[in-house]
């Protein structure tokens, strides 16, 4: 069966440090991987996309990028934090195809200070 | 771009109450999902309606489209407290190359009082 995986789960960065978010899914091939993040109390907002390795697409400009460098990780990152990036960040995936439900991770909570 | 209101954004019942989320959109929809998240989780996948005035039940959730494919509904029956958390509509956009695209509505957040 599939899995995702997302880590850490809680992180306290200060305003302007880096940031790297890792996600990995285990038990299928070439997934769609989405960014999602989640203000406190609020929807989801997509943030990055991709099909396949190396293909990422931005939904919103930001001081966020996203990498795939293989197949089933997806790598959420910033040079320099900024508060409004305090929130929950989603990692999913799903299958190729019209339809095709989202499989989201445990999620990771950020606090910027 | 294309966007769903759903209403209400909170409500709270006593436990033995009915509830009912509704999702509306000024366009048609191809399909829509639901999701669930409880508090502090991560949003987890219900249902998907694709047919006109489509009618989905697991359980006490009953699940409709409308038959103009622009609003849908969520109908719990006789909540519990195990119903608590946010619910969320999602139409989807499929573009080529394989994209599937989730539209995610506001969320209405389920309290239920015992």
């Known amino acids: 069966s599939q899995t995702i995986h997302q880590w850490p789960a809680t992180l306290v960065q200060p305003v302007g440090s880096p940031l790297s978010l890792e996600c990995t899914v285990e038990?299928?091939?070439?997934?769609?991987l989405y960014w999602y993040r989640q203000a406190a109390g609020r929807g989801l907002q997509l943030l990055f996309y991709s099909v396949g390795i190396g293909q990422i697409s931005s939904e919103v400009p930001q001081n966020l990028s996203a990498s795939r460098p293989q197949d089933r990780q997806f790598i959420l990152s910033s040079k320099k934090l900024l508060l409004s990036d305090s929130g929950f960040y989603l990692c999913?995936?799903?299958?190729?195809?019209?339809?095709?439900?989202?499989?989201f991770g445990n999620g990771t909570r950020l606090t910027v200070t | 771009g294309q966007q769903v209101m759903q209403i209400p954004q909170y409500q709270h019942v006593q436990e033995g109450e009915d509830f009912t989320t509704y999702c509306n959109s000024s366009?048609?929809?191809?399909?829509i999902q639901w999701y669930k998240q409880r508090p502090g989780g991560h949003p987890v996948f219900l249902i998907q309606l694709v047919k006109s005035g489509e009618v989905k039940k697991q359980k006490r959730l009953t699940f409709q489209f409308g038959e103009a494919k622009k609003n849908s509904s969520l109908h719990i029956t006789a909540t519990q407290t195990t119903d608590v958390g946010t619910y969320f509509c999602?139409?989807?956009?499929?573009?080529?190359?394989?994209?599937?695209?989730?539209?995610f509505g506001a969320g209405t957040r389920l309290a239920v009082h015992p």
């Open positions: 366009t048609t929809l191809s399909n």
């Open positions: 999913a995936w799903s299958v190729p195809g019209p339809g095709s439900p989202l499989h």
């Open positions: 999602a139409p989807s956009l499929f573009f080529s190359g394989g994209y599937n695209k989730l539209i």
């Open positions: 038990g299928t091939s070439n997934p769609n």
